[in-house]
Structures are given as C-alpha cells and as structure tokens.
C-alpha cells in the first residue's frame, strides 16, 4: 500500500505562476506537438530542394514519384518499400501493440494485470482514438472521411468518367479509393488528404500521452502543471485526477520492456513521416493529413480538461456555516465534561421541527445548513452516533428518498459521519440529507452545473484519491436487504482499514455495538457507499503557514469538499493541491490499495 505521505510530497510552485489556459495543450505539449509540422515542413523544403528528388518524374494521381527501381528517388520513396508495407501500412496495429505492451508491463500502470482504474481510462481513450483512426480512414458510415473529402472536392474514379459514357455507371459509383482501384479506375482529382501523415501523426501524439508523459510523471521528471476547468469555473491543477502518481517511481527514470517498445514505434513513426513529407503528397494534402490527426488528439486529451461535464470530480464549496457548527465533545477528552453538553435533537424546537419518519426517527431543519433545504433525520430516543447502523435507520433514510418529491432534479443525498475521523460533531445519531438540486445551485451557468451529479453515483468514485466501497440498491430493496449491503460495505471498509494499518485479517466486525472505524456513508436513491476515514483533513497551506484546517465529511461522496473559511477559500482555489492532498490522506489512499489482495 502506498505511503500518504510520501504521494504528498508534492513540491509546491509558486501561487504567483500564471496557470496555463485549460484550453491550450501544455508548454511541453506544444513543443512535442510542434514537432510535427516541423518535420512536415522541413520534408517538404527538402524535397524542393533536393536535385535527386526534383529530377524524379512525380504521378500527382499516384500521389507519388516514378515507382520503378531506377527512377524512384530513393528507396523510401518507393511504395513497396519494407517499413512502408510491414509498419506504415498495419500502423494502428503496431500503435494498439506497443500502447496495451505498456500499460500491461510498466509499474506506472498498475500491479499484474489487474483492471485498475489508470488502465481502464487510458483503454478508453485507446477506443476513441482509435474511433477516430477507424472514421476517417476506414469507415464512417459508409465511405470514410478520407474518401468522401475526396469526392466532396471534385474526385472521382476515371474509369468511371469512360465506362459512364459507355452507359455502365456502376464504377462511377465506387464511393472509396479502395472499391475503385479494385475495379481498376484511377481514384482522381479530389483532394487526398495524406492518410500516412493522419496515422503516423495519431499514433505518435496518442503514445506519447499514453507513455511519454506517464513515464515523466512516474519518474518524477515531469513538474508540468496541466490545468483543468473545474464546476465552478474556477482553473485547478489536474493533479488532483492525475492517474499517474507524480513521483512515485523515487527518480527512476525506468522505461521498461514496454516504453521502449512504444519508444521504438514513435521513432519509426517519425522516420517515416519524414519521409512521406519528402516523397509523397502535395504539402496541402500532409496538412489537411496533420489537421485531422491534430483534431482527434485535441478531442480525446484537451477537450475534456475545459469541458467540465465530461470531468470534473470534485466541487469545492464555501460554506460559512459550518464556522458556526456547534462542536462536540473531544473524542480524546480523558474525564467527562462538567456539564452535560446539549443535544440539538433530544427537544428540537418546534420552528425547526419538519415531520415524523415512523415510530423511532424524525426530520428536523439543520440550523447550520451547507445548502438551502439541508435537513436531518434523527432518532427520537438517544441513540449513539458511533454505532454501527440499525436496520430502522436505514429504512428511515431510504423512506425519504423516496418521498422526495423533485427526485427528477437529481433528488436526496443522504450522507452519515460515524467516528472521529469522519466530521461528526454531534453524539445523537442523525443521517443528514440534502437536496441535489441545492448543491448544484452556484454552478448555474456553467456549463457543467446541469450535468453535475454526485459522486457516489459516479462510475468515477472509484478514482476518488480514497477508497469507498459501494452497491446499486434498486428503490424497491426490502429492509433485510438494505441492512445486509450495509453490513457487507461496513465490513469491507473494516478490513481495508485493517489491512492499510498492516493488520492481519481478524473477526468479522458485529453487525451492532461501537462501530470499529470511522467512515462515512453515503446514500441515495440507487446506491449505498461506505467510505473509511483515517483523518478528518489536513491543514490549508499559504506562503508556506498553514492558514486553516479541512474538515471533510461525508459530502465528499458527493464529491464535495466544503469549506468553512475564507482564508482556507481562497488558499485552496489558489492552490489545489492542498485539497489534493487532503483527499489522500483522509481515507484509505487507493494508489496501491487492491481489496482482492489485502483482505
Ligand atoms: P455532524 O457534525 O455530522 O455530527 O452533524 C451534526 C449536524 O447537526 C450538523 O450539520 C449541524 O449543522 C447540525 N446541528 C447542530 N446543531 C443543531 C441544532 N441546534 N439544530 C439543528 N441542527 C443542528
């Protein structure tokens, strides 16, 4: 398991240094990228100038010089040369091999061959790349972008143009440069964008985000800040989701067996983009080929960093009234206060009274509400707060989830602290439940607020820095049910406290009694999480003093980090980090964390 500490060493920049535009690739990236055209321009200018290349006999319909053994300029100028029909023409293959060689091998991936959540989301970037290889230069919904820009400008099949005016216009017809050459005709007159530039230009920006800035960032050698737009509009360092631990290869800069394979692919790759800017294509048609290639690697890597519907994890929330929070006891308090200290819900008044729920709860307004409409559900009698859930409280907080008239509009979030660590403050016990639709309030107008659903329902919990257990719960779950996932994710997050603290597998934990951990849970109207908590936050670091504390609670699994003060507001907008850092460490850290091997 990975040590939190060492993961939040992070060294600090300045808060002065002007962040780059989520928008704009980073630094580095445009210079990788720039790469490209370079090559492009530099193949072209070479192939003007050189008298070898300007004395060969160019087929502007071949898209190529002379191919015969003595009137090609070159040998790479030749179709049927090696790379060209063993690499080039099975391009993506060798791409798809050295990306999948790489994350299955290099430490940075993950352990084994474990589906951790870094390899599932570089697969599915692999698959929308790839989608993008396959529209234009296979498929896209009939010809593919390639054939139809072709013909779009003006190309034809010229076979055709004969045959139609013999009266058979079934060649005319042919829609892709494959179906023509097949039938015989001669693909010409349109504009062919180069699909070699397109694919060797994809396969190259695609490996290097794929390995190139992993093996960076795990080696410690990349201190790059890349920027992301978050909820609330405001532009944070993409740290907090990096899927590569910054670092945690200790200086290593290690390859392995698999970044050296893509390492030898990206060298081929641009050896023979080289050589098609000198031998191949007019230079319009290498530009239209790097555009299109330049559009499906801006899609999948930089899009998603502006648009924050598509990502987005966590919102940070001003919440004034939390300073005001009555505080409860001190869990450490070694005698018992003097005086009894007051039970908000043993005697709610009435101005705060909201309804009964069954024979042992009622719903009362939070005097100190994070959002509009924040309420909570407590038990008549006293009942401690530090035990492990009864079945009735459970059926009580499902039962209003379910009234919840405006569940169309995202619903009830229901949230529980249990423990020291968890951000409870008070001893009675209470599940507290919020409107969705309130903690979206603030983001209107952004054009992620709509789309922002809690985390607990998000596939993305599990790329929380933390670890949190969850099950689908169906509205119609009986009591038994409900109880039985709750024990079984309170269970799980026991022996994954347990076995982050080195201890060995022990008894079950009791299904009632003193609750073994501290944890959050989370609960709404389609899934039950539980989340084990280690630390209640950490301090909020400015100019090098800590200028407040974080307390988190369980509405981090909305994916929520509320803050009660406006130096730890402004501190952490100004630098993410700290609110980074604090997601790792107040639960089980999930770098290194594989439940199926510690428990
Ligand atoms: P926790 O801090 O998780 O134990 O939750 C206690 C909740 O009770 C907090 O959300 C407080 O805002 C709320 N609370 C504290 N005092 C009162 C009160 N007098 N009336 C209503 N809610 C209260």
């Not at 321009?41 to 071949?62: E, H, I, K, N």
């Not at 598509?310 to 929070?325: D, E």
């Amino acid at each position: 398991m990975a040590d939190p500490a060492s993961t939040t060493s992070t060294p600090r920049s300045s808060a002065a240094t002007p962040r780059n535009p989520a928008w704009l690739p980073t630094p580095l990236e445009r210079l990788a990228l720039a790469l490209f055209p370079l090559i492009l321009v530099f193949g072209t200018v070479f192939s003007v100038l050189s008298p070898q290349t300007r004395a060969a006999p160019y087929d502007p319909v071949a898209q190529a010089h002379a191919q015969e053994p003595g009137a090609a300029p070159g040998y790479f100028a030749r179709k049927d040369n090696v790379f060209n029909v063993v690499f080039v023409k099975r391009g993506w293959g060798w791409t798809t091999l050295a990306f999948a060689f790489f994350l299955l091998t290099h430490p940075s991936g993950g352990s084994g061959l474990d589906l951790t959540a870094r390899r599932l989301r570089a697969a599915v970037r692999w698959a929308a790349v790839t989608g993008w290889w396959f529209l234009v230069t296979q498929w896209c919904f009939g010809a593919p972008i390639i054939d139809r820009g072709f013909r779009w400008t003006g190309g034809k099949c010229e076979v055709a143009a004969r045959e139609v005016a013999m009266g058979d216009t079934s060649v005319g017809e042919m829609l892709t440069a494959v179906a023509c050459k097949a039938a015989g005709g001669r693909w010409k007159g349109g504009h062919d964008i180069s699909g070699h530039v397109f694919l060797l230009v994809l396969g190259t920006a695609f490996l290097m985000h794929e390995v190139g800035w992993p093996v960076l960032r795990w080696s410690g050698g990349l201190r790059e800040e890349r920027c992301v737009v978050m909820p609330d509009g405001a532009l944070k360092s993409a740290n907090v989701e990096a899927e590569t631990p910054e670092g945690q290869g200790e200086g290593r800069f290690a390859l392995g067996a698999g970044g050296k394979t893509a390492l030898a692919v990206m060298g081929l790759n641009l050896w023979m983009l080289l050589m098609t800017a000198i031998y191949f294509h007019t230079w319009f048609e290498k530009l239209t080929g790097l555009v299109a290639a330049m559009v499906g690697v801006y899609a999948v890597y930089v899009v998603p960093r502006f648009v924050p519907a598509l990502r987005g994890i966590f919102q940070l929330r001003f919440s004034p009234a939390l300073a005001n929070k009555p505080k409860g006891p001190p869990p450490d308090a070694a005698s018992p206060p003097a005086r009894k200290p007051f039970d908000p819900f043993a005697h709610p008044p009435r101005s705060l009274f909201v309804a009964d729920v069954g024979p042992a709860h009622y719903l009362v307004l939070n005097k100190f509400a994070v959002v509009p409409e924040h309420f909570i559900l407590a038990t008549r009698a006293f009942r401690p707060q530090t035990h492990v859930l009864e079945a009735a409280d459970l059926d009580a907080a499902r039962a209003c989830l379910g009234a919840y008239e405006a569940a169309d509009d995202g619903g009830l979030f229901a949230f529980f602290n249990c423990g020291e660590h968890s951000g409870a403050s008070q001893p009675h016990r209470h599940i507290q439940l919020l409107p969705v639709a309130r903690m979206r309030d603030g983001l209107d107008g952004d054009s992620g607020a709509a789309a922002w659903r809690v985390l607990a329902e998000r596939a993305d919990l599990d790329e929380a820095p933390f670890v949190a257990f969850s099950e689908t719960i169906g509205v119609g779950i009986s009591s038994a049910d409900l109880h039985a996932a709750y024990l079984r994710l309170y269970r799980r997050a026991c022996r994954a406290v347990a076995a982050h603290a080195g201890a060995p597998a022990g008894e079950e934990a009791p299904a009632e009694g003193e609750s073994q951990i501290s944890y959050n849970m989370a609960m709404t109207r389609s899934t039950l999480v539980v989340c084990p908590r280690l630390a209640e936050g950490g301090a909020v670091v400015k100019g090098g003093k800590e200028v407040a504390r974080l307390a988190l609670n369980g509405t981090v699994l909305a994916g929520t980090a509320l803050v009660k003060s406006e130096a730890e507001w402004e501190a952490l907008r100004e630098d993410p980090r700290g609110l980074e850092d604090a997601l790792r460490t107040i639960g089980v850290p999930r770098e290194g964390f594989n439940e199926g091997m510690k428990l």
